[in-house]
C-alpha cells in the first residue's frame, strides 16, 4: 500500500447569527434587548452584560440615530464564544462618542456603560447616510449538558431571492 496522506478536517466553528430590521421607537429597543436575551439563551448563553449592551446601542440607535420613516437594524453572531453586536441607525452624520457625564445628570452614560462591558467596541462608516455601532464581547461556552444547535444561519435579507422562482 502506498503512502496516503490523510487530513483530519477540523470542527466548522459554530456560527449563530440573528438579524432584525425594527422601527426606531423607544418600544422597538425594548424589544432588541429581549430578542437578543431569547436567542442568547436559545443558544445557551446567558449573558446580563449583552442584553445591557444591547439595550444601551439601540436605545441611542432610537435616540440619536433616529430619522423619520427610518428603521434602525440589530444584528449579531456569536463565534467561538464572541458576540459581535452590530446596531445600524440612519444618522451616519452622527456619530457617537463617549463623554463624561455630570454626577447628577440623566443620560450620557450609555458608552461609558458599554465600554465597561464590552471587551472592544468601535464604529463603522456604512453606506452613507448610514452608521453601525458594534461591541464585541466573550461569552462564558453553554455548559457541555445543552443542546447545541445544528442549524444553518440565516441568509441576510439583501441575499434573499425575491423573485418567487
Known sequence: ????????????????????????TPRSARLARLLTD????????????????????AANAVTHGRVPGRDFRLRFH?????????????RGDHVPRRRPASPDAESGRG????????????VSE?????????????LTPP?????????????PSEARDHSGG
Not at 1 to 24: C, K
Not at 111 to 122: F, P, Q, T
Not at 126 to 138: G, I, M, N
Not at 143 to 154: D, F, I, M, N, T
Open 1 to 24: 500500500m502506498g503512502d496516503v496522506n490523510q487530513r483530519t478536517a477540523e470542527p466548522a466553528a459554530s456560527i449563530r447569527n440573528f438579524s432584525v430590521l425594527l422601527s426606531a
Open 38 to 57: 431569547a436567542h442568547l439563551r436559545d443558544w445557551g448563553y446567558e449573558s446580563e452584560a449583552a442584553r445591557h449592551v444591547v439595550a444601551e446601542l
Open 78 to 90: 456569536v463565534v467561538d464564544h464572541t458576540l459581535r453586536i452590530e446596531v445600524t441607525d440612519a
Open 111 to 122: 458608552l461609558c456603560l458599554v465600554d465597561a462591558l464590552a471587551d472592544r467596541w468601535g
Open 126 to 138: 456604512d453606506r452613507f447616510p448610514r452608521k453601525t455601532v458594534w461591541a464585541e464581547l466573550r
Open 143 to 155: 455548559e457541555s449538558g445543552e443542546k447545541e444547535h445544528h442549524q444553518a444561519p440565516p441568509l
